[in-house]
């Protein structure tokens, strides 16, 4: 459905200066360096697919996204999408997507949320049948009904959110692109927002493209994750088996009766030690879980254990160092 | 035109939201061009006549680049302040959409607080033909609503020739407004009156001659030669918008390659 191959794109940027005569110079000659914004990108996406795309701010993320909603033209590489060329064709070809810029509001700011819809509706030309029929369903999933009269400038940011995502959906798009669509959200409108994106990819088949710096966002949607970072795709692939790669790490807690006696158990890294409470740091790749439990039990009595896999922002944060992105 | 409309409409409702900023602005429209009248009437009541034009042949030349401007100000106001939109970002939700960049932008924004400015003008056009000796016929009628259209349309060529700017600069360009204030201010009294080089290039460069003074030589009756021709001027400043379309959409398509 999505097949980018060797995606290039670059920025001429004006080179900053600093100091007053600096400053004065470049007002009449600047120097341009030329950043390359992604680097032979390839990547192909099946219908009905979630795909999370992560990358730390400023790795290329938006750029992506911008080619393949048909707004920016890359300087090399293909790009097919539903049998078009986004930045050819491009007003064909947009009627097919829904793209949500978290950052910026495309409804009219002073008019009651419908207003914004009807005129949708009009830009898109939707027959009014589907019209009413899809935009019933959204009132309804979304929970719309209580605020779609009240002007988009009185809405809280997580209702906002969800009139935006509704407003990207009513021409029924094949595709949905979400820039950051959790953005300053509370943690009830980002539930909200997540339960009801992947209510659309099982009920309609819509295919998710999202980027997002919450961890969380992708881990409750995407089952498979892009990682790019300094313009060049890292890692393409499932969630779980970036967890089983990088992921290797977990976090042993123990709670235990009363002992001064400090120990030592091989292979694990003690992060925090007191009488009572321990933290340790095992690989599970060198040391089995179930041993360094056997060899704690034998030096304390143990009142409880907890063993936690490591978060995936841990093993993101891991990943962006590795990299050195 | 219709989806036009629309845009117009829910813009119209979003004004009718700041009700009293709406009014006080129209009023302050309404004042602006009154006082450069007011200048005007003042000349003449003083002069008598400037190269054998009077009073009222001004003021009706006078009438009609305030009111193309006063239409072009409210119904372009989009292109005039483009760069807002180039700044947020907006525009990329311009070109997600499925209509043309033109019908959008020009949708983007109204300025119905030039009401004012309309109405004034519109006043100062009826005071003037009730006292011109005219002898009015409907190619005189419509050379004049003709004159109104094609100023519109002038004004917008240069808007759009701005807003293209922006794609490089970012910035909105103050430069423009040499033309399209420099250019109403110019335009308000019949070209012959200046230099030479200056009638020229509001003619041939921007075609602000073309939209009153060589028309206004067919109402009332001044024209030596074929009167056709000076009545088909207005029509012939109006293609002044084509080179500026194809220059706008030269800019689109820089945008969308460099996404500055």
């Known amino acids: ?325 | 035109m219709n989806l036009y409309l629309k845009y117009l409409l829910i813009l119209f409702k979003s004004q009718m939201q700041y009700r009293t900023s709406f009014w006080l602005l129209s009023i302050g429209q309404f004042f602006i061009p009154f006082s450069v009248f007011a200048g005007l009437y003042f000349l003449f009541e003083r002069f008598g006549q400037i190269k054998g034009w009077d009073f009222f042949e001004v003021a009706l030349c006078f009438a009609v680049i305030h009111m193309a401007f006063s239409l072009s100000e409210c119904f372009a106001r989009g292109f005039d302040t483009f760069s807002s939109l180039i700044v947020k970002g907006d525009f990329d939700r311009v070109l997600v959409r499925p209509r043309s960049t033109f019908l959008q932008v020009l949708g983007s924004k109204f300025e119905f607080t030039r009401i004012g400015r309309l109405l004034q003008s519109a006043i100062v056009l009826i005071w003037a033909l009730n006292n011109l000796p005219i002898e009015w016929s409907f190619m005189k009628a419509a050379t004049l609503f003709f004159m109104i259209t094609s100023g519109v349309l002038i004004f917008t060529g240069i808007y759009m020739l701005a807003a293209t700017m922006c794609f490089w600069t970012v910035q909105g360009l103050e430069v423009a407004n040499i033309f399209t204030d420099g250019g109403r201010e110019m335009a308000q009294y019949p070209l012959n009156i200046y230099q030479k080089w200056v009638a020229r290039f509001f003619t041939y460069i921007i075609p602000f001659g073309t939209v009153n003074y060589l028309p206004l030589l067919f109402i009332l009756g001044k024209t030596t030669g074929n009167q056709l021709l000076y009545m088909l001027t207005p029509i012939a400043g109006s293609l002044f918008i084509l080179p500026c379309f194809l220059v706008w959409q030269f800019g689109v398509r820089h945008y969308r390659s460099t996404g500055s």
């Open chain 1, 1 to 325: 459905m999505i097949k980018l191959e060797g995606i290039s794109k670059s920025f001429k940027v004006p080179k900053r200066s600093n100091g007053l005569l600096q400053a004065t110079k470049s007002l009449f000659y600047r120097e341009h360096t030329i950043v390359e914004a992604l680097n032979e990108i390839s990547f192909a996406i099946n219908p009905g697919e979630i795909v999370g795309y992560i990358g730390p701010n400023g790795a290329g993320k938006s750029t992506t996204i911008k080619i393949m909603s048909g707004i920016l033209v890359p300087d090399g590489g293909t790009c097919s999408i539903m049998g078009f060329t986004p930045w050819k064709d491009r007003v064909e070809y947009v009627k097919n997507i829904g793209v949500v810029f978290g950052q910026r509001s495309q409804l009219w700011w002073d008019v009651p949320v419908i207003d914004s819809f009807e005129l949708l509706k009009d830009i898109y030309k939707i027959p009014p049948q589907d019209y009413k029929t899809t935009l019933d369903l959204l009132i309804e999933t979304l929970e719309l009904k209580d605020i779609i009269n009240a002007p988009v400038r009185q809405l809280s940011l997580g209702q906002r959110m969800r009139c935006e995502i509704a407003a990207s959906l009513l021409h029924n798009p094949n595709i949905l692109f979400l820039d950051e669509p959790t953005i300053g959200l509370d943690a009830v409108s980002k539930i909200a927002v997540r339960q009801f994106i992947k209510t659309i990819n099982q009920e309609k088949g819509v295919t998710v493209v999202l980027t997002t710096h919450d961890m969380n966002d992708i881990e409750a949607l995407a089952n498979r994750v892009i990682l790019i970072g300094k313009g060049s795709l890292l890692y393409d692939g499932k969630i779980e088996e970036l967890r089983k790669r990088f992921g290797t790490h977990k976090t042993i807690t123990a709670d235990y009766r009363k002992n001064t006696n400090s120990f030592d158990i091989p292979g694990t890294t003690i992060i925090h030690w007191s009488p009572e409470h321990t933290v340790l740091s095992i690989d599970t790749e060198q040391t089995l879980t179930s041993d360094v439990i056997t060899q704690l039990s034998k030096k304390v009595d143990l009142v409880d254990v907890t063993i936690e896999s490591q978060p995936i922002e841990d093993i993101i944060v891991q990943l962006y160092k590795e990299f050195q992105i």
